[in-house]
């Protein structure tokens, strides 16, 4: 539905996965900045907060999710 709004507004749409966030911030950070406009666009690691909350419960079911479904 956002896709849609956006499209119509003429509004860039950037997609970002929380994963790939916390793989490669600063890469991700750059990639909006530079979607914006805004090069000079930096992470800054303390000024973020934020802390893993899945465990080998989660990755379990995310295999078994997988193999289930053929992903």
């Given at each position: 539905?956002?896709?849609?709004?956006?499209?119509?507004?003429n509004i860039a749409l950037i997609v970002i996965y929380?994963?790939?966030?916390?793989?490669?911030?600063?890469?991700?950070?750059?990639?909006?900045?530079?979607?914006?406009?805004?090069?000079?666009?930096?992470?800054?690691?303390?000024?973020?907060?934020?802390?893993?909350?899945?465990?080998?419960?989660?990755?379990?079911?995310?295999?078994?999710?997988?193999?289930?479904?053929?992903?």
């Amino acid at each position: 539905m956002f896709e849609s709004i956006f499209k119509i507004l003429n509004i860039a749409l950037i997609v970002i996965y929380y994963e790939e966030f916390l793989d490669a911030p600063q890469k991700i950070i750059a990639q909006i900045g530079h979607t914006l406009g805004i090069d000079e666009l930096t992470y800054c690691a303390s000024n973020i907060r934020y802390k893993k909350q899945a465990n080998k419960l989660n990755d379990s079911l995310i295999e078994k999710f997988r193999q289930e479904f053929k992903f």
